[in-house]
Nanobody, 128 residues
Framework: QVQLVESGGGLVQPGGSLRLSCAGS????????VAWFRQAPGKAREGVSC????????YYADFVKGRFTITRDIAKPTVYLQMKSLKPEDTAVYYC?????????????????????WGQGTQVTVSS
């Protein structure tokens, strides 16, 4: 069964850091773009970041630029989302998703409809 597996979520205080991981199960992420999305209660799912398989191009939503970094470990292969200077408004379920080749963005952020498969999500809660 082809799926993605996320890990690394948890509870962190404002200003803290977390690193999320996304790995492929049943397939390798080598030739896939991998994107991170998030969904807060009562809100629509929104694109956060994406890294392409081709040339490793990276894209970030404005609200995470300078705070989040997406990286790809080719050897494993796993994609990480390093999150720093976390804010309460970053609280959400974070999902990773993939598609072959390049990131598919609308307005500079990944568009959910273009990605398949998806992971089950990992909860990130930023609270004091």
């Amino acid at each position: 069964q082809v799926q993605l597996v996320e890990s690394g979520g948890g509870l962190v205080q404002p200003g803290g850091s977390l690193r999320l991981s996304c790995a492929g199960s049943g397939f390798s992420l080598d030739n896939y773009a991998v994107a991170w999305f998030r969904q807060a209660p009562g809100k629509a799912r929104e694109g956060v970041s994406c890294v392409s398989s081709t040339y490793g191009s990276r894209y970030y939503a404005d609200f995470v630029k300078g705070r989040f970094t997406i990286t790809r470990d080719i050897a494993k292969p796993t994609v990480y989302l390093q999150m720093k200077s976390l804010k309460p408004e970053d609280t959400a379920v974070y999902y990773c998703a993939s598609k072959p080749g390049r990131c598919a963005n609308v307005g500079g952020v990944p568009w959910p409809g273009a990605y398949q498969p998806w992971g089950q999500g990992t909860q990130v809660t930023v609270s004091s």
